[in-house]
């Protein structure tokens, strides 16, 4: 890194990673904020995206003082569209994402703009190792027609239902990880848009668990009655080890509500990694079918045209 970016990464205090699903592509753009722990030399920086982009002119983050007005800050501009720009409003800090996504990073930090992201990072702990925040406004109706243009096997169907009102009861989801030192956990904060929408979705979560356990316990009933050596001793002890880590496997996943918000994780010594590839797999599940559903209509545009 040091040699093709000129940055030390033992300099790096905060890494902010952006991401989202425009409305006309279906793939993520993503973008990043990076704050250093000593000040860098803006000409030297990043030599090889040097190479890509040209100079140009952003508004200016830095508050002007009444000795000198900064109406506009020098950044690089990506010669290419699969290209990232980058810019330094103070020595301390870049910022790096598409051309397009970077103008608007600074835009809305110019006019000030407070989204549910700014809300969830202005008054955020930032001493967990790693965190993920997923605004859930803009995926909401991407989510909804994935889910509903999905091919289901009929057993899963009642659970899909379910799903389906999920998205209009999310504001934000939170998602922390800390592995390194004394302090370990994986917390998956589910904010909600009112108390009353809390209550609602811990239910539709409990439900759509309940569902997913029964059907799993009655599949590994039908496949151990259809195995000659099931009432063998050894075949009855795995069949009810099975089930012991089936319940404890759905009952991770259980939700605890904390005011307008759920809470699933674990925390102390021994992150649980069961509970964490849990969690992770329905959070890349949700981003898959948002994908999916921007690629559709992609396609039926393009089919119109």
Known sequence: GQKELNIDPLDIEQILMIAELPKDSPTLVAGCVIRFSRPYDRDSILPALRKESTPGLLPSLVKPSPAAMVPSMLYRRANGPKGYSFAMPDDRTLLM???EMLQRMVAQKKKHTVGPLSRALKGADFSDDSMIFVAFEPLRSAIKKASEEARISPKYRQQVELWQEVPDLISLTELRLSVVGSKHRFLLSIHTIDEASTVKLQR???????????????????????NPDSNSPTHQALRQYSERTTKQMFNALRPVRRGDRLEIGTKGPHVNPLTVGLVLGSIGSYVKMGMLAQEQREKTRDNDS
């Open 204 to 226: 539709l979560i409990n439900k759509i668990l309940d569902l997913g356990e029964q059907t799993t316990l009655a599949e590994a009933a039908e496949q151990a009655a259809r």
């Open 97 to 99: 994402a598409p051309d």
